[in-house]
Structures are given as structure tokens and as C-alpha cells.
Nanobody
Framework: QEQLVESGGGSVQAGGSLRLSCVAG?????????LGWFRQALENEREGVAAIYTGSGTTYYADSVKGRFTISQDNRKNTVYLQMNSLKPEDTGMYYCVPCRTPGGTVRPNVAYQYWGQGTRVTVSS
């Protein structure tokens, strides 16, 4: 299937850690892609937090997560991970994995990809 499936969310206290996974379906071209993690809290706009180019391994991060989040990939498993450490209440939201682009170092969704999956929920309590 040509889709990405997110998992790994949960509820943690501030300062805790979570690792999110994004698994690409068999019909999805995993190689040489920009894959990004985006989050949305309540009625806020979706924010791009991290991106990785699966061909080169080049990564980008939003300023709000630099030094705390790490995006990585496992090509054998067609999976992208988001390791989130030192979590803060403001990290709370639904997290989605979709193809991306990185104009000027920012993380933006690739609008040519129309499907946003179910996401995975992250809740950080103070």
C-alpha cells in the first residue's frame, strides 16, 4: 500500500521520552524521499518538526525541538523514527509522518501527497 503508518505515541510526564515509528507500505517508494514528522495540537496549525532525506540521511529540525528530537531511518524496515527526549507539555499533539520538502531549512509537507494517516498521539503532562 502506498501509505505511511505512524505508531509509538503515548502519555508521559515532562522530561520523559518516546520513540515514534513511521512504516512505509509496500507500495510506497521509501528510497530518495524526504520524509517528515509533523504535529498538530488542538486547533493549531500543523508544525513540521523534523525531516530526513532517506537517500543521503540529511536531517532538518524545527528550532523548537533541536537538541531534543532525533530523526533516523532504517532502510531494511522502510521505517523512519523520531526519538523524542526531554519532552515538554508543548510537545503534546497528534504526530504525522508524510513526504516533505525543506525550503530554507524549514520542514513543510509535500502537497503532492494527499494522504495523511491516522497519526499517533503524544501527551506530555507537567
Amino acid at each position: 500500500q502506498e501509505q505511511l503508518v505512524e505508531s509509538g505515541g503515548g502519555s508521559v510526564q515532562a522530561g520523559g521520552s518516546l520513540r515514534l515509528s513511521c512504516v512505509a507500505g509496500s507500495g510506497f517508494r521509501f528510497s530518495n524521499q524526504c520524509l517528515g514528522w509533523f504535529r498538530q495540537a488542538l486547533e493549531n496549525e500543523r508544525e513540521g518538526v523534523a525531516a530526513i532525506y532517506t537517500g543521503s540521511g540529511t536531517t532538518y529540525y524545527a528550532d523548537s525541538v533541536k537538541g531534543r528530537f532525533t530523526i533516523s531511518q532504517d532502510n531494511r524496515k522502510n521505517t523512519v523514527y523520531l526519538q523524542m527526549n526531554s519532552l515538554k507539555p508543548e510537545d503534546t499533539g497528534m504526530y504525522y509522518c508524510v513526504p516533505c520538502r525543506t525550503p530554507g531549512g524549514t520542514v513543510r509537507p509535500n502537497v503532492a501527497y494527499q494522504y495523511w494517516g491516522q497519526g499517533t498521539r503524544v501527551t506530555v503532562s507537567s
